[in-house]
């Protein structure tokens, strides 16, 4: 009777559970909580927590403005575990932008200016009925790349090929060189990082929330970006490309483009936040 008693329970809980978030199809697993919403998009839970954003002065082949400060992430947020890819895209827009269309529907979106990211977003809040989809934070971009590693790449000080979409003929110093696809590949290709995220560095660059400018030099809490448009009025854009070489994939990169702007290298993945 106790085991009986104990299984009727155990399947009332799981009732109550499907009915507070039915869109819920994946159980937790050991890096974070997942689920995958109506389109088929997946996402993990990214815990809280405090970094090194940017690089430190001996890292090779760096740029001066990845300049390194302690950031605090203060709030688990879900984010996709891959980048928009073109049939999800197809699904809430209803067309494909992508120069990769030969690649399936299963390679990312691209040719998508920041303007079309928020209004992909616009629509699948709406189809989903709230308003907690948006592009990630700068900050929170690099902290769920580099999930935990302080090294250039989440996979170490080199990374190769067999683990990213990107120019294998310019490797960072001292790493071996790879081929160059020469164009996208299907999302979840190459090995996730340690939370669970594929294709962090490489395959397209991702749009991020915020405006491209400076960073602080003291350390803060989920920072932002500047609230007004710098003078040079471009969004960031992080991860590098297939077309990149090693170096603008690491995980302190910074790019920018304006918001009109897009090419075959650009793409973007969603938060979902708590």
């Excluded at 690649?103 to 709230?130: H, Y």
């Excluded at 960072?172 to 594929?198: D, E, H, I, M």
């Excluded at 090693?246 to 702007?261: D, H, K, T, W, Y």
Aim: proline letters at 8%; one cysteine or more.
């Amino acid at each position: 009777m106790k085991r009986v008693a104990k299984s009727i329970f155990l399947l009332c809980l799981l009732a109550v559970m499907v009915i507070i978030n039915p869109q819920v199809t994946d159980s937790a697993s050991p890096k974070g909580e997942t689920f995958t919403n109506s389109i088929g998009m997946k996402f993990v839970l990214i815990p809280a927590g405090t970094f090194m954003m940017g690089s430190p002065p001996n890292e090779p082949e760096r740029d001066n403005d990845e300049r390194q400060h302690k950031v605090t992430i203060s709030t688990p947020f879900y984010l996709q575990t891959t980048e928009v890819t073109q049939g999800q895209w197809k699904r809430v827009m209803g067309d494909n932008p992508s120069y990769f269309k030969d690649c399936g529907e299963d390679c990312p979106v691209e040719m998508v200016p920041w303007s079309a990211a928020q209004q992909f977003i616009k629509r699948l809040n709406g189809k989903e009925r709230t308003a907690r989809y948006r592009l990630p934070t700068e900050a929170e971009w690099e902290y769920a790349c580099r999930a935990g590693t302080s090294t250039p790449f989440y996979t170490g000080n080199c990374i190769t090929t067999d683990q990213a979409n990107y120019n294998g003929n310019y490797p960072t110093p001292q790493c071996p060189k790879g081929v160059f696809a020469k164009g996208t590949s299907r999302v979840g290709s190459f090995p996730q990082n340690p939370w669970g995220l594929y294709d962090m560095h490489g395959n397209v660059s991702e749009w991020c929330q915020d405006w491209y400018d400076h960073y602080v030099s003291n350390e803060v809490t989920d920072p932002k970006g500047p609230p007004d448009a710098p003078s040079d009025k471009s969004y960031v854009l992080r991860g590098g490309s297939w077309n990149d070489r090693a170096r603008f994939i690491r995980s302190a990169n910074r790019g920018g483009l304006r918001s009109m702007f897009s090419s075959g290298r650009s793409g973007f993945r969603v938060v979902r936040y708590l």
